[in-house]
């Protein structure tokens, strides 16, 4: 049983809890997420079973959508509107400033790691000292706003989808557009629409999946969230030396952006690559530059175990 769940996670869980009641569903221990969504926020969290898990390290994280929720006029101690109210204001500038100052972020953006978090300093979790009232130096991480998109707005809160790296805090995005503002601002809500290629009007709920006996037929080739990558295609004659890890030079390569037949010699030596045989997608591989002008394909990781496959 190998695959991938598009789940939409509900508020109130981690994600460890889907990862927990998915492993007691299915009785499959090998299963893992590929991307953190906070206990409060919802929405897409991408969750591969057996040995698709794999495949996580080779899914797009670069990417991340979400829709949010931005309450004006509060700073809190956590960034949302779950934290404590540490300033508040009624002065809140326009509409039109709030939209030129959301649009002002877009584009590469140093970002100060919350307090509440789970990123770890000398071993311990940001989070725990925080509880224990806490703050420590944290060094700012580049971090990229691809877009921002306004929805609405109201007299104190503005909703707006944002594409932003993996990695990003949308929390401490809200909190920064809030000090830029000059009148705070805080997370109220936050939807994660999109992630690895996979969208929230697909995804499914871990109830749907528990009333369904067939929950199963749910699963998801894990090769839907590559398609990022170059595909290369072995015949069969070189399958078994292809899934032992041997450099095969047997096979068609398909740029991912023309979808067309392609020579490798375009392509730089250990650039990753989809492996199938024939149409069976079996693993990831990269390009090997062997002598003369042979390029070759070696298998990185099966998407499977080909002991019982």
């Known amino acids: 049983m190998t695959g991938l769940l598009n789940i939409l996670k509900t508020p109130g869980m981690t994600s460890h ?22 206990p409060q926020a919802a ?79 000398n071993g311990k979790k940001l989070y725990e000292l925080a509880r224990k009232g806490q703050v420590i130096e944290r060094e700012p991480r580049k971090k990229t706003i691809y877009d921002i998109r306004w929805i609405s707005g109201s007299q104190d809160t503005a909703f707006f989808d944002v594409d932003c790296s993996e990695g990003t805090y949308v929390r401490t995005l809200c909190n920064d557009v809030g ?13 994660r629409t999109e992630s690895c290629h996979l969208r929230i009007e697909d995804a ?18 894990v090769d839907v969230a590559l398609e990022h990558y170059p595909k290369s295609v072995v015949g069969k004659l070189h ?5 032992n890890g041997v450099s095969v030079p047997d096979f068609l390569f398909f740029d991912v952006e023309s979808d067309e037949i392609s020579s490798l010699h375009n392509y730089p030596e250990k650039k990753v690559t989809r492996v199938y045989l024939d149409e069976v997608f079996i693993g990831m591989g990269e390009i090997a530059l062997s002598s003369g002008e042979l390029s070759m394909v070696k298998l990185l990781s099966q998407s499977f175990n080909s002991e019982s496959d």
């Not at 499914?204 to 080739?221: F, G, H, M, V």
């Not at 399958?239 to 899934?243: E, T």
């Open 17 to 38: 809890d889907v990862v927990f009641r998915l492993r007691r569903l299915t009785k499959i221990k090998r299963i893992g997420h590929a991307g953190t969504l906070d």
């Open 43 to 121: 929405g897409v969290l991408p969750v591969c079973i057996g040995n698709s898990t794999k495949m996580i390290p080779f899914l797009d994280h670069r990417v991340k959508t979400y829709r949010v929720e931005m309450k004006l006029g509060i700073t809190t101690d956590t960034q949302d509107t779950t934290g404590v109210v540490v300033n508040q204001t009624s002065m809140i500038p326009s509409i039109e400033i709030v939209k030129d100052v959301l649009k002002s972020m877009i584009g590469e953006y140093w970002q100060t790691p919350p307090m509440y978090s789970a990123i770890k300093i």
């Open 179 to 191: 000090s830029l503002l000059g009148c705070g601002a805080a997370m109220s809500f936050l939807l």
């Open 204 to 221: 499914i709920t871990l109830s749907d999946l528990e009333n369904d006996e067939k929950w199963s037929a749910r699963l998801l080739p």
């Open 239 to 243: 399958s078994k030396k292809v899934l």
